[in-house]
């Protein structure tokens, strides 16, 4: 065989490998650059992570502008401050909010120091109120342990297992 | 901790089909170049062996469409188009073996039929284990197979001793290297016992210098095994083996744990093992010996344990230069087991660092593959056997290539897929088929289970999304989501899905 040949051969062999390289990575493009991370210790106070179309307007524009004032200024939104769902937050309604490890809460936590439904938000009167549905480790408004229905006024940390939840206007 | 989202997963395996010819092509094409460049004709049986390698693989496609239609579409051709580069390039070698009149050259026909059998048992565990959670049930029994399979080569009939190492089992016709098979079995030990105990061992023990050290009791069955691992690996004499069981072992508690501790504990213990060893052991020392100086002429002219076979590798991958020699141009066979230990140093005469390149971004993509599975499927044991295997895959190709090219010493480890050698390649499709039969649970689509609200509760929003919505964005909306009433997880997955809105 010639020397071109040979060549030709064994840059075209070259070729070939890239090309399944190269067309594997295509495959993979979103992958590398359609997926988004959104890194929960960094960032304080996250955006909404899911696509903005389908995120309720009230909540998607939360950080942008002052909450409705419906509610007399009243918290709008119930956000994790520590914990493993630190970042993690919640637009409040109307309806009250369970808050545990069960699937079925409303917020459910990834900690192993809550109980299953732990606590209950509900808003009352124009006010939000705490309520520990038997939990084995408790609730706390502050250092106070929730014995009964207690008022939580905006910014006020409340602990539950290792997690802290603070309702924010 | 962080939060990912995942993308829609485009259905049908067409791309799988569409990657598998080029794929398919370099295994054949590898194949009749290099009888060209050896023997100046192409092979007779060219025609029959590319018919052969694209039944094979369009085999284990179809039994994917029909038992795995989710699965990644890119594992297989990038398994194929390794397997395939690794039999052309041992059938060159087998040729020139042949043509320098030299016994040992029957080996490219062997390595054909083990990548039959290989193909066959990637078939069998796709088809019998229909969800990989069933391993789970099997944790302690992997265990003592992963126990026996180390400790196989040392009973006394069975054992063989070759090139200085204990780790071949040989029964009549048939060797094979059990050790092969227990990584796996530990990768399945590992991930079914961190599942159930990563949160003692994560969140119970001290903090010493920012570091949580975990209680010494939850180490304790996973200290066991892997003290009673290297044990029998340095009675083997067999280190490349243990320091690959090591990795997997400090990779997945790293990955159960999230506790930079483990790494740092790990290669702590491992320098120390490494220096220990280095002192204790005459053949471990050899290695550093060579690894260090390996171009000083009394290492390299040694009897037993110098430097030639490196530095050969070397002088061929310099021979070789950017773009290679061409299949059959170079003289890889010079290099002593130029078809298994030093495949990579035959691919780099050949094809040159071009080449070379490309296999090592296949391998990183399998990994990537690998851990993206990982990522996306919603059990935990799922998540850690899968981040083990492809750790392992990865880390195992680290340590062969980091040894040829001498960026660590080097240690007597097979190239995933490429070198010879039938226990590898059975144990590497075994993995192959696992993350596949894993990847197809990660991306199949979640049935969405619509929330009623109910004015007790309020709506559920899914913000610790356990599990949902793999195959399709979380939904934040009130009245779309998924609230977690579908299929769920037998235990806790380790991300969080962020519908926060």
């Known amino acids: ?169 | 901790m962080a939060s990912i989202q995942p993308h829609r997963v485009r259905p049908g395996r067409g791309t799988e089909l569409l990657l598998l010819v080029p794929a398919l092509a370099i295994g054949v094409t590898g194949y009749v170049l290099a009888g060209i460049g050896v023997t100046d004709h192409v092979p007779g049986n060219a025609v029959g062996y590319a018919v052969g390698t694209t039944v094979l693989a369009l085999v284990v496609h179809v039994v994917l469409r029909l038992r795995a239609p989710y699965a990644d579409p890119v594992i297989l051709p990038v398994v194929v188009a390794l397997n395939g580069l690794g039999l052309a390039m041992i059938s060159r070698l087998s040729l020139a073996y042949a043509e320098r009149g030299r016994a040992d050259s029957g080996f490219a026909d062997r390595q054909l039929a083990w990548t039959a059998i290989s193909v066959a048992l990637a078939v069998v565990v796709l088809l019998l284990l229909r969800d990989h959670r069933t391993l789970r049930r099997y944790t302690y029994t992997a265990m003592v197979a992963a126990l026996a399979l180390i400790a196989l080569p040392l009973l006394p009939v069975i054992g063989q001793t070759v090139n200085g190492a204990r780790i071949w089992v040989r029964v009549g016709p048939v060797g094979m290297q059990p050790a092969e098979f227990a990584k796996i079995a530990l990768a399945v030990f590992f991930a079914g016992y961190l599942v159930t105990h990563r949160d003692t061992l994560a969140l119970a023990g001290k903090k010493v210098l920012g570091l949580q050290l975990p209680r010494a009791r939850d180490l304790g069955p996973i200290l066991v095994v892997w003290g009673a691992s290297l044990l029998v690996l340095v009675g083997q004499r067999d280190l490349g083996t243990s320091l690959l069981f090591f990795g997997l072992f400090v990779a997945m508690l790293y990955l159960a744990t999230e506790r930079t501790s483990w790494v740092v504990i790990g290669l702590l213990l491992f320098v120390g093992g490494a220096a220990a060893a280095a002192t204790t052991f005459g053949h471990v020392g050899a290695r550093f010996d060579v690894w260090l100086r390996a171009l000083d002429q009394d290492v390299y002219g040694r009897e037993v344990g110098g430097s030639f076979q490196v530095v050969q590798g070397l002088f061929g991958m310099a021979n070789g230069g950017l773009f290679g020699t061409g299949w059959g141009q170079g003289r890889p066979d010079l290099v002593p087991y130029a078809e298994s230990d030093f495949i990579i140093a035959s691919i780099g005469e050949e094809l040159g660092l071009t080449g070379l390149l490309a296999v090592l971004l296949l391998y990183t993509v399998l990994a990537e593959r690998g851990l993206r599975t990982a990522i996306g499927v919603r059990d935990g044991f799922g998540k850690l056997l899968a981040g083990g295997l492809s750790f392992v895959v990865a880390f195992q190709l680290f340590v062969v290539v980091g040894g040829v090219t001498r960026v660590i010493p080097l240690t007597g480890l097979t190239t995933p897929f490429l070198a010879y050698g039938g226990s590898s390649l059975v144990a590497n499709w075994i993995i192959a088929a696992l993350l596949l039969r894993i990847s197809d649970e990660a991306r199949r689509p979640v049935p969405v289970v619509r929330a009623v609200p109910t004015p007790d509760i309020g709506v559920p929003v899914a913000v610790a999304g356990r599990g949902e919505g793999t195959g399709r964005p979380v939904r934040s909306s009130a009245r779309d989501v998924p609230d977690g009433t579908g299929p769920r997880p037998d235990d806790r997955p380790t991300e969080h899905l962020g519908g926060d809105a």
């Not at chain 1, 120091?113 to 939990?135: C, I, T």
């Open chain 1, 1 to 169: 065989m010639s020397e071109l040949t040979v060549t030709l051969l064994r840059i075209g062999y070259l070729a070939l490998l890239w090309l399944l390289v190269l067309s594997a990575i295509t495959v993979l493009r979103r992958d590398l650059y359609g997926t988004r991370i959104i890194d929960r210790r960094r960032t304080p106070a996250p955006r909404a992570a899911g696509p903005a179309a389908d995120a309720p307007p009230a909540a998607a524009e939360a950080p942008a502008r002052p909450p409705r004032r419906s509610r007399s200024a009243g918290p709008s939104r119930l956000v994790v401050t520590e914990g493993p769902l630190r970042g993690t937050t919640l637009p409040l309604g109307s309806s009250a909010v369970l808050i545990g490890r069960a699937p079925s809460c409303t917020l459910v936590l990834d900690d192993d120091y809550s109980s299953s439904r732990h606590a209950r938000l509900f808003p009352q009167d124009d006010q939000w109120f705490v309520e520990d549905l038997g939990s084995t480790n408790g609730t706390y408004v502050g250092d106070q342990r929730v014995e009964q229905p207690t008022p939580v006024p905006t910014g006020t940390p409340v602990r539950v297992g290792q997690s802290v939840l603070e309702l924010q206007r």
